[in-house]
C-alpha cells in the first residue's frame, strides 16, 4: 500500500499556488514547489496515471469529495466579482481597487471557456469556496490512452484587508 501527502496551503503561499493575476507575498518562505507539481507526483507516485483515465477520476473525487469544490458555470459570474474579506495581518493588506480588479480578470479569463457557443471546451473550472480558489484545469494537449500530465492555473479570490476592530 503506497501513500501520499498533497500538501494544501493556505493562499498566503502564493508561489505554490501560482495565482494567476497575483504578486507573490514577499513575506513568507519561499515553497520550492507547487500544488500542479505536488499534484502530478501524487498521481504518478500511486500508479494512477495510466492510460484508461484513473487520474482523471481521483482528481474529480479529491476536488467534489475532499475540497467540496463546485463546477463554474456561465450564470456564477455575480459569486466571482464579489470581494471576500480575510484578515491576515502577517501579510501586506490590498488595496480593494486593486483587489476587485484582480477578481474581474480571473472571472473574464475563466469565463471565456464557458460560452455555449463554443463546440470544444479544453478546461474545467473548479471553484473551491472555503479555501477562496478557483482551479482551472486545462485539457488541451491531453490524448486518449496515454499518460497525461494536469495543467493547472489557480485563481485567489479572496483580500488581504486589515480590519479595524472598535
Known amino acids: 500500500m503506497h501513500s ?18 497575483d504578486n507573490l507575498n514577499q513575506n513568507t518562505k519561499p515553497i520550492n514547489t507547487t500544488f500542479e507539481k505536488e499534484l502530478n507526483i501524487c498521481l504518478d507516485t500511486l500508479h494512477l496515471n495510466d492510460t484508461i483515465g484513473t487520474a482523471g477520476k481521483v482528481v474529480n473525487e479529491i476536488l467534489y ?25 502577517s501579510i501586506p493588506e490590498e488595496d480593494s481597487d486593486s483587489c476587485y480588479n484582480r477578481l474581474k480578470q480571473n472571472w473574464e479569463s475563466i469565463s471565456q471557456e464557458l460560452y455555449l457557443n463554443k463546440n470544444i471546451r479544453y478546461t474545467h473550472s473548479y471553484w473551491d469556496k472555503d479555501n ?35
Open 4 to 21: 501520499y501527502a498533497i500538501p494544501l496551503f493556505s493562499n498566503t503561499y502564493r508561489d505554490y499556488w501560482r495565482f494567476q493575476f
Open 65 to 89: 469529495s475532499l475540497l467540496h469544490c463546485q463546477d463554474i458555470n456561465i450564470s456564477d459570474s455575480s459569486n466571482f466579482e464579489v470581494i471576500l474579506m480575510s484578515s491576515k495581518n
Open 132 to 166: 477562496s480558489r478557483i482551479y482551472q484545469f486545462d485539457f488541451k494537449n491531453f490524448k486518449r490512452k496515454q499518460k497525461n500530465y494536469f495543467k493547472l492555473i489557480t485563481f485567489r479570490q479572496d483580500c488581504n484587508l486589515h480590519l479595524v476592530r472598535l
